[in-house]
């Protein structure tokens, strides 16, 4: 369904008065990098829109953490129902026994990551990355492994380049300013805060396939017992995407005012990320889930030691609370 196609059932629920009545039980949700990165831009609109109690969830908060393991142990200690987090801290979570279930497909690539340099710099090409210094944030982190990626998409080994821990996106900039890197990865809104400054070499979009890096969680027992609330904050967030592609500008502002950023970056943020395809794919996704960039991701982090061993993907799916036209994967 089309992003506007969906945008009128919206306003036409809102309109007549068919959505369901919200419950009185204010309640969080938890989300790695709220208020921080890209991926969670969606539950913005949906919370400023009020899409959540559209669909009966009354949802009026949301805890925020820096990464996937934590927004786990979140979900799990503080008997939160849905959760967005990386697959791969889900999958070893669920490795390590904890009853989970992946119930959504969030964000379907890494198009919020370009790779930049001084503008001043010689480095054109990824070819050029050989011999010089790559920031990536933390160990075992997705920067880490795009930066391998990038380097073997350049023909490049992983030794042909230095691997410089930095410790997050805004210290990769510091580091970038001060010469202990060559190249920093900078991930959108980052990267719409500092475009001016710096020189893009590449984004992630250009040279890498489709990476799942955010899905829905929930505990098997909530699955049980809360169907009706996953569902609901689901379709929130789903409403909230087809707000983002029918009026990027709109959903900007109301970016700008949850993640405290000036306007015209938020802006930005946004109006890049709608408009990004990685090989037909967009950026934010429905819900529906797309394996084939599941797997991928999956593949990747086992690579930088973020999950070790074997795991079985379809296993750790459950696609029943998505809406009946996107419950079948791609």
Request: charged share 20%.
């Amino acid at each position: 369904m089309r992003a506007f196609d969906r945008l009128g059932q919206i306003c036409a629920a809102m309109v007549i008065g068919t959505c369901v009545v919200a419950p009185a039980t204010a309640e969080n949700i938890a989300v790695s990098n709220w208020g921080v990165a890209a991926n969670a831009m969606p539950y913005a609109i949906a919370l400023e829109k009020k899409f959540f109690q559209l669909h009966g969830a009354n949802v009026t908060g949301i805890i925020a953490s820096a990464g996937g393991g934590t927004t786990i142990r979140n979900m799990l200690s503080g008997g939160v129902a849905y959760a967005e987090s990386n697959p791969g801290a889900t999958a070893v979570a669920i490795q390590q026994g904890a009853e989970l279930k992946i119930i959504s497909d969030n964000v379907l690539t890494v198009a919020e990551f370009v790779w930049a340099v001084k503008k001043d710099s010689p480095i054109r090409t990824i070819q050029d990355f050989k011999g010089k210094k790559i920031g990536y944030t933390n160990p075992r982190s997705t920067s880490q492994a795009l930066a391998i990626l990038l380097l073997q998409a350049a023909g490049l080994k992983q030794d042909d380049a230095q691997l410089v821990r930095t410790g997050g996106f805004g210290e990769g900039v510091a580091a970038l300013d001060l010469g202990a890197i060559d190249i920093a990865p900078m991930a959108e809104p980052v990267w719409s805060k500092y475009k001016d400054k710096y020189r893009a070499v590449v984004a992630a979009s250009d040279v890498l396939p489709p990476l799942d890096n955010v899905v829905g969680v929930t505990t098997v027992a909530a699955a049980a017992s809360r169907g009706d609330f996953i569902r609901a904050v689901i379709r929130a967030r789903r409403d909230a995407v087809a707000l983002m592609h029918a009026n990027p500008d709109e959903a900007g502002d109301i970016v700008a005012k949850h993640y405290n950023l000036e306007r015209d970056v938020a802006r930005s943020a946004v109006r890049s990320l709608t408009a990004s395809r990685t090989q037909g794919i967009p950026y934010w996704g429905t819900g529906q889930f797309h394996l084939d960039g599941m797997k991928r991701m999956m593949e990747v982090q086992k690579m930088v030691g973020a999950i070790t061993g074997d795991f079985d993907l379809p296993k750790m799916i459950d696609t029943s609370f998505l809406p009946d036209d996107i419950k079948t994967p791609k």
